[in-house]
Structure formats: structure tokens, C-alpha cells
């Protein structure tokens, strides 16, 4: 049971290239998540999903596209990166639904710098 | 719209003291508020859980309190110690979808 695995760690892009990042959970969970963490303004969530093929906006959307083909994989894609994009980006997932009191899972985050 | 506000954003105690981070939220049907604790360069883990049928939640050191009618929910650490140093992030769920939402942060560091 490895929990939620978030490739690569670390990345460094430059403006206007495309990538993606991983997320694989091992745990059944129907709903998992990314957000992107920057100083001073805690975890602001991304996209979002509740379950295989249902995907959803979160708070800063903009920049960035998920799929949700399967219940272990929500991977997070930049479409053409930006300075304003360079940011710690975390995987979380849950049992049920964020606000069902299941614990939320965090992968070990993705440390991204586009130059 | 839906927002959680976290005071104060840093908070330095001598280590045997108590601390007392504080957090108002602003959507009323929230009933869930996870604390969590985050380490340098690591990922953030759940520490103390309220949901809002309950007051108060005690976990050893650890305490939350939630006063729906205000809206204000805290954490409280007594006897605090060396490894009490991290960031502390409020959240509370939502009324909208299956998402919570997450206060800015607290970086505490607890003074020798």
C-alpha cells in the first residue's frame, strides 16, 4: 500500500512547454484532487474529482487540464507553462468526499519552476 | 464566495508554552474542519478533525474548539515542543461539491 505517489518531484520547464504530473493512489478512493501551494496563501485547490470519468474546477483552474479515465489515476496537465505557474503542487485523495470527514491523503508534493 | 481566514500567520512561542492559532470560515452549511501540520519540504498531514455537531476535541497535547454561531474554529497546543515547529493549516469543508477549503497558514516555531 504505497498511498499516493506523485511524479516527478521536482521539474524545471520552460515558458510555453507542456507537462504532466502524476498521481496514482492504491487505496480505492473515489475522489482525489490537486492543488498548488504558494507562500503565504496555503494549499488553493485545482481540479478535482469524484470518481472515474467526473472531473471538476476548483478555485484556479486557469492553465491547467485532469482526466479521470481511472479510479487510481488523476493525472494534472500545463498546457503551455508560465512564470506565474512555478509552484509546489500536492495529490490528494479520499474515500469519500472531502467534506465527509475521511482522511485526505497527500502525495509528497511536485516541486515546479518554470523559467 | 467560500473562504477560511487563518490568524496569525506566525507565531513564535517559548517551547513549554501554550499556542493558539484561530481560523473563521464564511459558508455557513461547513460541518467539517480537519487541522493539519505540515514540515519543511514534506506533505501535509492531519493532525485534529471537528465536525460541527461537537464543541471541542481533545488529542493529548492537541485541542480544537469550533463555535458555529461565530464561526470561528481553533487550535491550541499546551506544553509545546521542539518538534511542534511546522505549518498549520486550517480548512473547512464546503457546501458546494465534495471539496474543502484551506486557511493560508501558520508557521509557529517554538523558541528554546
Known amino acids: 500500500n504505497a498511498g499516493v505517489t506523485q511524479t516527478p518531484k521536482f521539474q524545471v520547464l520552460k515558458t510555453g512547454q507542456s507537462m504532466t504530473l502524476q498521481c496514482a493512489q492504491d487505496?480505492?478512493?473515489?475522489?482525489m484532487s490537486w492543488y498548488r501551494q504558494d507562500p503565504g496563501m496555503g494549499l488553493r485547490l485545482i481540479h478535482y474529482?469524484?470518481?472515474?470519468?467526473?472531473?471538476d474546477q476548483g478555485e484556479v483552474p486557469n492553465g491547467y487540464n485532469v482526466s479521470r479515465s481511472t479510479t487510481e489515476d488523476f493525472p494534472l496537465r500545463l498546457l503551455s507553462a508560465a512564470p506565474s505557474q512555478t509552484s509546489v503542487y500536492f495529490c490528494?485523495?479520499?474515500?469519500?468526499?472531502?467534506?465527509?470527514?475521511?482522511?485526505?491523503?497527500f502525495g509528497e508534493g511536485s516541486w515546479l519552476t518554470v523559467v | 464566495g467560500e473562504n477560511v481566514e487563518q490568524h496569525p500567520s506566525t507565531l513564535s512561542v517559548q517551547e513549554g508554552d501554550s499556542a493558539v492559532i484561530k481560523c473563521t470560515y464564511s459558508?455557513?452549511?461547513?460541518?467539517?474542519f480537519p487541522w493539519y501540520k505540515q514540515e519543511l519540504g514534506k506533505r501535509p498531514q492531519l493532525i485534529i478533525d471537528?465536525?460541527?455537531?461537537?464543541g471541542e476535541k481533545k488529542d493529548q497535547r492537541i485541542a480544537v474548539t469550533l463555535n458555529k454561531t461565530a464561526k470561528h474554529f481553533s487550535l491550541h497546543i499546551t506544553e509545546t515542543q521542539p518538534e511542534d515547529s511546522a505549518v498549520y493549516f486550517c480548512?473547512?469543508?464546503?457546501?458546494?461539491?465534495?471539496?474543502?477549503?484551506f486557511g493560508s497558514g501558520t508557521r509557529l516555531s517554538i523558541r528554546p
Open positions: 487505496m480505492n478512493h473515489e475522489y
Open positions: 459558508d455557513s452549511a461547513s460541518n467539517y
Open positions: 480548512a473547512a469543508s464546503t457546501s458546494s461539491a465534495s471539496k474543502i477549503i
Open positions: 490528494a485523495s479520499s474515500l469519500q468526499g472531502m467534506n465527509s470527514g475521511n482522511t485526505i491523503y
Open positions: 474529482s469524484v470518481g472515474a470519468g467526473i472531473t
Open positions: 471537528i465536525r460541527s455537531n461537537v
